[in-house]
């Protein structure tokens, strides 16, 4: 019967959407079509919603040789694949979801504004996504309100149900930031990505300044500009970018996780404020209880130029092991952190570029100290901690930094580690040659072919010395070189008579 109904449905649009359907001459009437035609497709989406949440349940991607069921999707549809990932996040959400789900059949909702209430929830247990639900909905039905707005307002939930969780999600931004650079077939190059909140804002102030209209009779858009400010700026005729950024004192020292707050207002983390204070002029600023500016002192908190000129003869490209970006692009960063032991001197300095540098400040526990001969150091990042569970645990923030005996990894000047003082465990079936009884000195020699001792069991490093009046044993005979091994079941040699 559902099925009847749906396939009379589909004739039914097809013929309305046929060559020779009619189209309205007017501009309202076309508008009035549109909107319905939005509906229905707000309806199918629904439809589509509920079917992919069954497809996912039977891994029907499969049938058709696809990894996931968003490929699949996007390629039997001829989506996008961010619009194949809308739907999918909206199927696997309406379950935790059942009046959007409601809402979203009759046609109430668009597939628009259900899709950012599914994406602003996803990170909330089941919970806190049904205190979620009701108040994004009641925005969502609101004429006045965007399906921008919709998903500032889970944001804003999120930010309040989870603040803990702030520097993992800003995290997680940067992870997915790109800038990709294409050349197209005239010669142009096309440029694409996205940014973190911070770089955002970093590449506006450095760019928006010179990208003003030059009067009345300026007819470049905005985009225009923009590129040529950036010219602007690679050519060097420009003065230095400046960004504020608005940090409580307990927040900047380490007393408080306080979000800091860009100019534009954006949160961000308070880990990436210390971060970027590491290497900005820092300024006290006053206000009274009416927000009036009462007092604005400066203090700087960077190396000095003496030490960032002894920082570049020492290094010539980043700290970082592997990383080819010339010293002079980057950051001066603190070995051991400013925040709460490290010290501005020039022997817990080293440069360190800006991924790497928000990288570490992020992830310090997860940085290996490498000291080299010459007084410098590199930087070991473990990415992926879980593929080297055989590693030593890495440096924790806070603690000092010891010199390792390893400095170099040049073959030629390093010589190889010495070797462990104590043997690898060796497979269980005996333990430890037997101690000589007293009064015999030697235990019974091993007979010709013998070559090995009997294997310690694991956990046994070292032969049990022998006790007072047993010191030396008694030489093999020619062509014997070990003490005779143990025959199964027995745990140690016949003593002598």
């Not at 002192?297 to 010539?316: M, N, P, S, V």
């Not at 269980?428 to 015999?440: L, Q, V």
């Amino acid at each position: 019967m559902a099925g009847a109904a749906l396939r009379d449905l589909l004739r039914r649009a097809e013929a309305l959407t046929a060559a020779g359907s009619p189209v309205p001459s007017d501009a309202e009437t076309a508008m009035a079509e549109i909107v319905a035609w939005s509906r229905l497709i707000d309806r199918a989406e629904a439809a589509i919603a509920v079917r992919l949440a069954v497809a996912e349940a039977g891994k029907g991607h499969q049938l058709f040789g696809r990894r996931t069921l968003g490929a699949w999707l996007a390629a039997a549809t001829g989506s996008r694949t961010a619009r194949a990932g809308e739907r999918l996040t909206l199927a696997r959400q309406l379950s935790r979801l059942p009046d959007l789900a409601a809402r979203l059949a009759e046609g109430s909702v668009p597939f628009g504004a259900a899709a950012a209430i599914a994406s602003a929830v996803r990170r909330l247990d089941d919970a806190d996504a049904r205190l979620a639900e009701p108040i994004l909905l009641d925005l969502a039905a609101n004429p006045a309100a965007t399906v921008e707005d919709v998903a500032h307002a889970g944001q804003a939930i999120l930010e309040t149900v989870d603040p803990d969780g702030r520097l993992a999600r800003a995290a997680a931004q940067t992870e997915r930031q790109h800038l990709n650079i294409a050349a197209t077939l005239d010669g142009m190059g096309r440029v694409t990505g996205l940014l973190d909140p911070e770089l955002t804002l970093q590449f506006q102030t450095w760019l928006e300044p010179l990208a003003v209209k030059n009067g009345a009779g300026d007819a470049r858009d905005h985009g225009r500009r923009m590129a040529d400010a950036l010219a602007v700026r690679l050519s060097e005729g420009g003065r230095r970018t400046v960004m504020h950024v608005a940090v409580t004192e307990q927040t900047l020292t380490g007393q408080s996780e306080d979000p800091a707050h860009l100019q534009d207002g954006t949160a961000i983390p308070a880990a990436d404020a210390r971060r970027m204070a590491y290497t900005a002029d820092l300024r006290r600023v006053l206000r009274d209880a009416d927000g009036a500016l009462l007092n604005l002192g400066r203090a700087r908190r960077l190396a000095t130029t003496d030490q960032r000129e002894a920082i570049l003869a020492q290094y010539t490209t980043c700290a970082r092991e592997g990383c080819d970006v010339p010293a002079y692009l980057a950051e001066i960063d603190h070995i051991q952190p400013w925040h709460p032991t490290g010290r501005t001197d020039l022997t817990n300095l080293a440069p360190l570029c800006t991924p790497d540098n928000k990288w570490k400040s992020r992830h310090p526990d997860r940085v290996e100290i490498i000291d080299q001969p010459n007084g410098t150091v590199v930087m070991r990042f473990h990415r992926h901690p879980k593929l080297h569970p055989h590693r030593r645990p890495w440096q924790q923030p806070g603690q000092p930094r010891q010199p390792r005996q390893q400095t170099t990894t040049n073959p030629t000047t390093n010589p190889a580690p010495p070797r462990a003082s104590h043997p690898p465990p060796t497979p269980p079936r005996a333990s430890h040659p037997t101690p000589a009884s007293p009064g015999a000195s030697h235990p019974t020699p091993a007979p010709p072919g013998a070559s090995h001792p009997t294997p310690a069991p694991p956990g046994a490093s070292h032969p049990t010395p022998a006790p007072p009046g047993a010191s030396h044993p008694t030489p093999a005979p020619p062509g014997a070189s070990h003490p005779t091994p143990a025959p199964p079941g027995v745990s140690h040699p016949t003593p002598a008579p």
